[in-house]
T-cell receptor, first 114, second 110 residues
Framework: GAVVSQHPSWVICKSGTSVKIECRSLDFQATTMFWYRQFPKQSLMLMATSNEGSKATYEQGVEKDKFLINHASLTLSTLTVTSAHPEDSSFYIC??????????FGPGTRLTVL | EDKVVQSPLSLVVHEGDTVTLNCSYEVTNFRSLLWYKQEKKAPTFLFMLTSSGIEKKSGRLSSILDKKELFSILNITATQTGDSAIYLCAVLSGTYKYIFGTGTRLKVLA
């Protein structure tokens, strides 16, 4: 199956700093990538839909200025958590694929903000 | 509002048991339903269902969709401890968004 990678796997940062998470499709071109966050023992909550070459579409309640998404190529999307605070600590997962096809998930990035 | 509901929330069984996990949905312009297995990291794909009544099978796992009654089931026969995981159901809507259920946490005891 298709492979999606995320980098880093795990990051700890101080409150107020920004953190960038990369999501790459390794063996296919992803016209669409989705970004999710997952709190412990909860399901995946969609944050935004990222389309290559255009602005991301954010879900209600997700601050676009706080969670900056860039999808500059068909194999790379980035999520930047700006001025991170402890409440942003979560497991962030991306998925990629063609819009009507199965989505393949990255391994996730665990963010801890101190 | 689109929603996907899974039941039960949590399940504990012994090795060798058969389990049935349920997923019901109310989604505008349904396109497909997917099942994923999530262990400690990101979900891994199990099945994608688009047509009613056609069973998808992979080893001890099988799944079927009922588009009239708006639900799907995931069956696991002869369960093993390695089946312990969270099983997620997701529906692709007409706006091409994936709506996830809360998951069923399965624990298989040796």
């Amino acid at each position: 199956g298709a492979v999606v990678s995320q980098h880093p796997s795990w990051v700890i940062c101080k409150s107020g700093t920004s953190v960038k998470i990369e999501c790459r499709s390794l063996d296919f071109q992803a016209t669409t990538m989705f970004w999710y966050r997952q709190f412990p023992k909860q399901s995946l909550m969609l944050m935004a839909t990222s389309n290559e070459g255009s602005k991301a579409t954010y879900e209600q309640g997700v601050e676009k200025d706080k969670f900056l998404i860039n999808h500059a190529s068909l194999t790379l999307s980035t999520l930047t958590v700006t001025s991170a605070h402890p409440e942003d600590s979560s497991f962030y997962i991306c998925s990629g694929g063609q819009i009507t096809d199965t989505q393949y998930f990255g391994p996730g990035t665990r963010l801890t903000v101190l | 509002e689109d929603k996907v509901v899974q039941s039960p929330l949590s399940l504990v069984v012994h090795e060798g048991d058969t389990v049935t996990l349920n997923c019901s949905y109310e989604v505008t312009n349904f396109r497909s339903l997917l099942w994923y297995k999530q262990e400690k990291k990101a979900p891994t794909f199990l099945f994608m269902l688009t047509s009613s009544g056609i069973e998808k099978k992979s080893g001890r796992l099988s799944s079927i969709l009922d588009k009239k009654e708006l639900f799907s089931i995931l069956n696991i026969t002869a369960t093993q401890t390695g089946d312990s995981a969270i099983y997620l159901c997701a529906v692709l809507s007409g706006t091409y968004k994936y709506i996830f259920g809360t998951g069923t946490r399965l624990k298989v005891l040796a």
